[in-house]
C-alpha cells in the first residue's frame, strides 16, 4: 500500500472549516425540508410521520454538500441549487426505506427502520400479530418510499422557483429518471442476487461494478446535477459537469470499499452492529470475492462455511474472518481503494482554483477517513 | 334509480368508432412503451421482466385516452402528447405492482402479480424456501415499481422532443409529484387503515374521500394532463383543463362504486374472483359502510361476523351478502354513482364540440357499462 495514495489527513485548521461548511449547508438543505409547502400533502399522519422518519434523524448530508460545492466548483450560485440538495437527500432516504424492507434491516442510524417501526404501530394500535403487523410495515415503508421518490423529483421542480431556466430543470428530471434510478436500483438487485449466487461465479469486475451502482451512481449525480446547475447552460469545454460527477463517484466507490474493510475489521461498538456479519448474511463484498478467488482450498472451505449461514456461530464467523485475512484480500481491496482516491484526487487537481475545490478535497478526506 | 341519469348507452356505430379510436391510441402507446430506447438501462434481466411484466399483458389503456382525448378536445396535436399517455400507463403500472404486494394478491389479469412470478422463480432458480422465496418476490417487484416511477417522470421529460415546451413540461413534472402521488398514495393508505378499522367509526365521506384518491386522482391528472399539453399555454379562460378533469375524476370514482356494486352482485367466472371475496378481505367499500350505518341490528351482526374474517364460511358470506342487499346500501351506492355520472356529463356538455368530447363520451358510458 502506498502512501502517498491514503486520503489526505486534514490539517486542524482545514477540518474546522470544512465542519463548519458541512454544518452551514446541511442546516440549509434541513430547513427546506422541514419547512416545504407540499409536505401538507403527506397524509394520513401515518405516511408524514414515516416519510420525515430518516430526516429527523438527519445524515450527515455529504451527498448534498457534493451537489453544492460542485455548483460553486464551477462558478455558480450555491443558494440558487439549494432545492437541488434537497433533492438529492430525499431522493437517498427513498432508496434506504425500500432497501431496508429488502435487506431485512430492523435499525437505520440507531432507531428503527421504518417498516420495524410500523409493525410496532400496527400491533399496538391494531392488535395485529407479528406477521400481520411486519406486513403492515412493509405496506407503511414502500408507499411512504414511493412518496419520497415523487417528492425527489418535485423538488428539482422547484428550481425554477430560484431561476433555474426549465430547459435545465427538464434535464436534471430526465437524467435522474433514465439514468440514476435505473443504476442504482441495477446495483440493488445485483447485490440481492450476488448473495444468493454460488461462491465464485460472480466474477471481481461484476462485484465492483454493482458497488459503483449502488453507492458511486447518486454521487455521481449529485456532483453532475450541481455543476450543471452551477454552469447555466454556459458551455462546458472542459467537461467540468463529467470530471465532478466521475470525481465524487470514484470517492463513493472507494468509500464502499472502506466500509467493506471497517465492516470485517472495524470497532463493533462504532459500527453498530456485530463485526462479520456481512459474511453471516451472505453479503457478496469485494473481500469476500477476492478471499474466495485467492485464497487456499481450507482457506475457501472456511469462509463458505459461515457465508451467507443464518446458523453460523461466532467461532464460524472467526474462523471465516481469518481465513479472509489469511488471504491477502483485506490489503487488496485497500489498494484497490485507495487507487480510485488517487484517480479522485487527479480530477481535482484539474479544476480551476476556487474555495469549492478546497472543501471538495475535504469531504473527500472526510467521506475517507471513517475509522471505526 | 332515475332511467335518465344512467351511463348513455352507445349506437352500435358509435360503439363501432369508439373501439376504433381506443384501439389505435392503444397500439401507439404500446408502441412507444415497447420501443423505448432508455429500456436497455433496466437491468438485469429479472428487473427488465418485471417492468415490462403487466405491460406485456396489456391493459385497455382507458387512461392514456383519457388523456388524448383531452388533449384534442381542447384543439391541441393528440400525437404530441403520446409521452404523456405512456408516462400515464407507466404511472398506472408502478402502483398496481406495489398494490399488488399490499394486498397480497398473487393475480393480475388473469396471471401471476410481479411479486408471486419472482417468488416462483427464486424457488427454481435458487431453491429458496416459501419464506425466503416469498421475500425475494416482493424485493424484485419493490424494485421494478420503484423504477417504473422513474419512468413514468422520464416519459413526462420525452415530450420536449415533441416541441412541448419545457416551462410546460415542468408544470406536468410537478403536479404528478406534488398532487397526484400523495394523494393516490393517502387513498392506499387509507384504505389498508380501514380494513382494519372497527366498523362504524369510518364516515361515509371518508369512505368516498379515499377512493376518490385511489381511483379518481389519476384519470383527473390524465385528463389535466392532456388538456393542459393540448393548450399549450394559450389562456383558458373556461378553465377546460380543469373541467376536463373533473369529468374525468368524477367517472373514475363512479366506476370504482358500480365496481364495488359489482363485486357483490357480479358474474363470478367474469370477476375473477369469488363473489364477496371483498367482504372476506374486510374491504371498506361505501356499500359496506353504507349497511353497516342504516341495516337493522340483525343485519348488522351478520355483516360484521363475515367482514375481514378469513375464516368466513361461504354460508356466512351469502349472509353477509343478503344483510347487505336487504339494508338497500346496494341501491343507494348505485344511485350516487349516477348522481355523479350526470355531473360528469354535465361538464362534458360544455365543452365545444369536437369529435374528441363525443369519444370522451363514449369512453365514459365504455368505463362505466362494464356487466360482470
Redesign the interface.
Known sequence: MAADSRPKTMTVEEQAVFLAALEERRQQVYDYLNGWP?AA????P??HDAIYSYLRRRGKALRPLALLLSCGAVGGDESQALPAAAAIEVFHT?TLV?DD??D?DDLRRGQPTVHAQFAAH?RER?G?DADQAA??G???A??A???Q???A??L??DL?NRGV???L??EL??R????????L??G???D??FA?TPDNSVGEQQVLDMLTKKTGALLEYAAWCGATIGLAGRPDPEDLAGRLGRFAALCGTAFQLRDDILGLTGDESKLGKPVGSDIREGKRTLIVHMALANGSKRDKARIIGALGNPAATTGDLDDALAAIKDSGALGKVEELANSLISQADALLDGLPDTPQRGLLGSWASFLLARQY
Open positions: 407540499g400533502g403527506f397524509k394520513p401515518e405516511i427513498w425500500h424492507i429488502i431485512r400496527a391494531y395485529l406486513h403492515y412493509r405496506a407503511v414502500i408507499l418510499g414511493d412518496s421518490q415523487s417528492w423529483f418535485a428539482l421542480g425554477v431556466r426549465a430547459e430543470v427538464v428530471v430526465r435522474m429518471a433514465t439514468s440514476l434510478t435505473p443504476q436500483l441495477e440493488e438487485m445485483l440481492v442476487q444468493l
